[in-house]
Structures are given as C-alpha cells and as structure tokens.
C-alpha cells in the first residue's frame, strides 16, 4: 500500500487532527513540520504532494505504540528503514493491544474470514516455513474493519 494513503486512513480512524498527528510522529522519534505532514495529506496530482519514507511512516507507527499503550522501558525503539505489510499490521495489532480472536473479528466486520493459522502466518518470521505475505488487499480490509469498529 502507499504510505501516504496508510497514515490518511488511520489518522482518519482514529480522528487525528494535524496537532495530534504531529505528537504521535514526535513520540516516533521523527520531526515532521506542519508544511510536510500538509504535503503528505495531497493529492497524488498535486505539484506539492510528497511521498512518506518507509522510516517516517515506521516512525508514526512506533509513535502510535507509544500513544496507545505508554512508552515501554530501556532504549528506544528504532524505527525501520523499510516496511512491508507484515510488519505495518503487527505493529497496528500491537498499537491496539489486539488478540488473535480479536483480529479476526475486525476482517471479518470487513467481509474476511481468516483462521487463526491463516493470520499467525502474517506475524511469523520472515525465515519462518509458515510464513506468509500480508497482501495489499489484507491490509487495507484489516483497515476498513478498524474503521467500521470505529463507526460502532
């Protein structure tokens, strides 16, 4: 998925204003100006529409952590130089202390049905012979069952 896209629906689900969007980038560990978070909410088209790095958005997601459930003791967390959606659904799932059995409610408010093995393979290590890809499609109805959630 596009980054750009990533941090609009969340921000989105959970009611971000820019203030606060802000906050969670700087608890990340990533400064980001008010002008460039603008950027990264524009149009593709847009002449000033600015791509987010993998590191910023890995940022944003660390900061979320911290947000949602306090900030963990011993160092801090550095964020990854790249992301793939394995990893972005972990750290949501992380973000908001979600349980196996509670995941595959969430995807299933968003019409998926996936059992329990079907998801761990999703949080495997990428060596793991269980491994599995997270597609775009995964995540982005992982999203809008977070957003239908977030409706209820």
């Known amino acids: 998925m596009i980054n750009n896209d990533l941090l609009r629906r ?9 203030e606060k969007t802000l906050a ?5 560990q990533c400064l980001i100006s008010t002008e460039q978070l603008t950027d990264f909410f524009k149009d593709k088209n847009d002449s000033a529409y600015k791509v987010i790095l993998d590191v910023e958005l ?5 900061g ?6 306090g900030k963990k003791d011993g160092p801090e967390h550095i964020a990854e130089q790249v992301l793939s959606n394995n990893l972005i659904f972990n750290k949501l ?4 202390a979600l349980k196996a ?5 969430i995807l299933e408010l968003a019409d998926l049905s996936l059992g329990k ?17 997270c597609s ?3 995540l982005s109805t992982f999203l809008k069952g977070l957003q239908i959630q977030a409706q209820q």
Not at 58 to 62: D, E, H, K, Q, R
């Open 101 to 105: 059995d509670e995941v595959i409610a």
């Open 93 to 96: 799932k992380i973000a908001f």
């Open 136 to 138: 775009d499609d995964v």
């Open 24 to 28: 969670v980038f700087k608890l990340g």
């Open 10 to 18: 969340i921000s989105t689900i959970l009611n971000f204003n820019d």
């Open 58 to 62: 890995a940022s944003f997601l660390n």
């Open 64 to 69: 979320l952590i911290i947000d949602k459930r």
């Open 117 to 133: 093995y079907e998801l761990s393979a999703f949080f495997r290590n990428v060596n793991h012979k269980h491994y599995r890809e």
